[in-house]
């Protein structure tokens, strides 16, 4: 394995992963920070803190962020999911040292001006607005705040309007301070480079954040429920779940073998059941979301205003019916996919920065892809069975509907199905 850690004075963890072969290298800054931290007053802050991180630093201005990297012909962005945030920059790799310059610039030296602040805040509203009208967007945060609600981890990741506009720039230099410190974040470099010269860089560049850890992921709890967005659209966007299970859950790559019988491709029950032999839908499909103290299990589909009466009792009959008859050849199909698709991704600097940065956030190790290849392999019919067995029983049904929902059944005749 050519995966690196070392832990600098100040608590700070540097992963490097070297690919003698390619040209090119990926630098990211991680920070176990998200939208489940936030307090109820602040339900959007980590995500407007990402934005305003690019819009000017002491020395640089936001023009100046942006043409440092494009001027390379590098590539530099940035997003906040519900459990961290990442900052990164793809490059060739002679600029690796710019892109290093550049993140700890605008991680450690923003200055949060009051005019970007404000132009900001109208792009973020925007962003809000759009979503707001795009219905399989909506949908994914109704589902959210149905499974786990009145709890950071059900709001949504960009907030709300009247928040937004609420925020100040000491409210941003807080939350930095805050939760961007050494011991929380992870500086992961892939590719082509020098690992000791790249590890001085980020010594020397690093130097001035805090140390100790202040972030504390307040407890996640699942409970289901219902909610529902009576709209005049053409389709109704809908999302069925159960409870699921966290990254380190022993049944992790079961229920990922299961997901991806049932609902991971054209392939899968689901797809086959619905969409080929039954035209009920244009795309179904299941997803697993974990955390590293809870997760989710959806399936989303989108069907007409009549449809839905017959889509819900199929998708309900497909899980049933694989609950007692999953074959080891659809297993067997399902590992390979897997195993594929991990192998893909290990030829993109890209991406094995994303697996190596998620992996020190959340195990606080590199991961080897031989351990993950045999945990795959050494999934069975019986353990994807056992793991259905499992999330169906005693389950708290999730649904989230936007649409015309005149003939979508009740949520205790849905719950009663499944």
Request: aromatic content about 8%.
């Amino acid at each position: 394995m050519t995966v690196e850690v070392v832990t600098l004075a100040n608590g700070l963890r540097v992963a490097t992963d070297i690919m003698p072969h390619v040209e090119t290298v990926t630098v990211g800054v991680w920070t176990d920070v998200g939208s489940r931290h936030e307090r109820p007053a602040q339900n959007g802050l980590s995500h407007m803190l990402e934005h305003m991180a690019f819009k000017g630093t002491r020395g640089r201005s936001a023009r100046d962020i942006a043409e440092a990297i494009e001027n390379v012909g590098g590539y530099l962005n940035a997003y906040t999911s519900r459990e961290h945030t990442t900052y990164y920059a793809r490059l060739l790799k002679d600029d690796l040292a710019l892109g290093v310059d550049v993140l700890a610039d605008i991680l450690q030296h923003s200055v949060f001006d009051a005019r970007e602040l404000e132009r900001e805040r109208g792009v973020i509203i925007q962003e809000i607005g759009q979503s707001a009208d795009t219905p399989d967007d909506i949908v994914f945060d109704c589902f959210q705040e149905a499974a786990y609600p009145d709890q950071p981890m059900g709001r949504p990741i960009l907030g709300t309007v009247d928040l937004v506009n609420s925020f100040d720039r000491d409210d941003l230099a807080g939350y930095m301070s805050d939760h961007y410190r050494a011991e929380q974040m992870v500086v992961v470099a892939c590719g082509n480079f020098d690992r000791d010269r790249f590890v001085d860089q980020v010594t020397q560049q690093f130097s001035i954040l805090g140390h100790a850890r202040k972030s504390i992921n307040s407890p996640a709890a699942y409970y289901g429920g219902l909610q529902l967005r009576d709209r005049p659209l053409e389709q109704i966007n809908l999302v069925i779940g159960f409870e699921g299970i966290s990254f380190s859950d022993p049944d992790y790559y079961a229920a990922q073998i299961m997901a991806m019988i049932l609902g991971g491709g054209m392939s899968s029950r689901l797809f086959q059941e619905i969409r080929e032999k039954r035209g009920l839908v244009y795309s179904i499909y299941n997803f697993m979301q974990s955390y590293v103290d809870s997760g989710s299990f959806a399936i989303h589909a989108g069907t007409g205003p009549e449809q839905v009466a017959e889509l819900v009792p199929v998708i309900a009959g497909e899980i049933h019916k694989l609950s007692g008859s999953v074959s080891m050849a659809e297993v067997i199909r399902a590992r390979t996919q897997m195993r594929a698709g991990l192998m893909m991704s290990l030829e993109s600097t890209t991406s094995r920065m994303e697996q190596l940065g998620r992996q020190m956030i959340i195990f606080g190790r590199p991961v080897p892809h031989s351990e993950i290849m045999e945990k795959i392999t050494m999934v069975d019919d019986v353990a994807v069975m056992r793991y259905l067995d499992r999330m169906l029983t005693d389950h708290k049904l999730t649904l989230a509907a936007v649409g015309p929902l005149a003939h979508l059944e009740d949520y205790d005749r849905i719950t009663a199905r499944f």
